[in-house]
């Protein structure tokens, strides 16, 4: 027999799934095994299947001027850093209400960039269309709350920490009180507790509508394979006032919990999940408290499993093929058995020094990467598709 007789002896932990008083109600389409979306009959005769270029954005947290607050003391940098934090769960659920209103399995491509104000947006093309007034529907109505302990009154700071016991974990350095555990805190908080922070969509929800080989379709294809090669941290080249702001908002990230695991947990009174000795509040390596991260630590490009209708086998394929084309190489079937592996002796005289096989390795690789940026120079003045420049980047 498997299992427990008796069942587990802790309640298993639970949260209500009805909506926020607060949102709105989501409209809601029979769904169909599809991931098309309409198709529309001009009195021609021709048949279009149109698709949407969707933008969302966060909320205001304070008025700005190119990019920059214009009054910093009354500026919320700290639901900024929550925001930013927890973008990535608020764009899976968009996606959720958007594939539950539109009836059918909606594909996209979107990729996640920095505003000027240094909080992230979403530029998503989306197979299929919808009513622009249904998009601005489920983007209000779409909302993300954060089931974790308060992290607002901060208990521990300074040279006041916490002090690790291999038997107990984290204690009081004070009182010797052994700190509540990560499941201890989420326990403790009752079915009236209210979430640590509700993350939602601000107003400005932009949508177009595109049809395949139009020049507007070719400049949104641009405008999102370009960010394939960019990085958040871009964004921190403005000038000093900028850069200050960049200061604050890092500032602000610091001693904010990313994850379950994450060490600032410690400041707030409550032990991390998997907790473990040399834990220190504002020193977490999640690369979300990074500069050049600004607080998103999820993807930056979003690709949906049935936008190509391919495999992740065949898009590996595919890029190998690019690239020995673009080397001038021919793409010949692998041989699994090219190489054989043996331990070699030490001093053998056919074996170069690990400094010179290391040089060897490195200079190698610039010389790929240097021609694949001869090839993508010479892509530009030829003016070749943004895809072509993505995949060589």
């Not at 608020?90 to 240094?118: C, I, S, T």
């Not at 049935?306 to 890029?319: C, F, G, I, V, Y």
Request: charged residues 25%; glycine residues 6%.
């Amino acid at each position: 027999m498997r299992g427990s007789v008796t069942g587990s002896a802790a309640p298993k932990r639970t949260r209500s799934t009805r909506r926020r008083q607060d949102a709105p109600d989501l409209p809601k389409r029979k769904m169909t095994n599809t991931t098309l979306g309409r198709t529309f009959h001009a009195p021609d005769g021709k048949t279009y299947r149109p698709s949407l270029f969707v933008t969302l954005t966060l909320p205001s947290y304070g008025r700005v001027r190119d990019g920059v607050p214009i009054d910093p003391d009354t500026y919320d940098y700290r639901r900024a850093a929550r925001d930013a934090l927890h973008f990535s769960k608020l764009v899976d659920r968009f996606v959720q209400n958007l594939r539950r209103v539109a009836g059918y399995d909606v594909q996209y491509f979107a990729a996640v960039e920095p505003q000027k104000r240094l909080a992230p947006h979403l530029h998503m093309a989306i197979r299929g269309t919808l009513p622009r007034a249904e998009i601005k529907q489920i983007a209000a109505a779409t909302y993300h709350q954060v089931w974790w302990p308060q992290a607002d009154e901060v208990r521990f700071n300074g040279e006041h920490l916490p002090v690790w016991h291999d038997e107990a974990g984290y204690l009081d350095p004070t009182t010797g009180e052994v700190l509540p555990t990560w499941d201890e805190a989420l326990d403790a908080l009752d079915e009236d507790a209210d979430p640590l922070h509700v993350i939602r969509f601000g107003e400005q929800v932009d949508v177009q509508g595109m049809l395949a080989g139009t020049p507007d379709a070719d400049q949104c294809i641009r405008y999102l394979s370009k960010y394939l090669t960019k990085s958040i941290g871009d964004a921190l080249d403005g000038g000093q006032a900028q850069q200050e702001h960049a200061a604050r908002m890092l500032d602000a990230l610091r001693y904010e919990p990313c994850t379950p695991t994450c060490p600032n947990w410690l400041r707030y009174g409550v032990q991390p999940k998997n907790a473990k000795p040399g834990m220190q509040p504002g020193r977490c390596r999640s690369k979300a408290h990074k500069p050049e991260h600004l607080g998103y630590a999820g993807r930056r490009v979003l690709v949906s499993r049935k936008w190509s209708n391919k495999t992740l086998a065949e898009h590996k394929q595919d890029r190998r093929t690019w690239v020995l084309e673009a080397l001038g190489q021919t793409d010949e079937p692998t041989d699994p058995h090219r190489y054989v592996w043996r331990p070699v002796p030490a001093g053998d005289a056919n074996v170069p020094p690990l400094g010179v096989r290391l040089l060897r390795s490195v200079h190698e690789r610039q010389r790929w990467r240097a021609h694949l940026r001869e090839l993508e120079a010479r892509a530009n003045g030829q003016d070749l598709s943004a895809t072509d420049l993505g995949r060589a980047a």
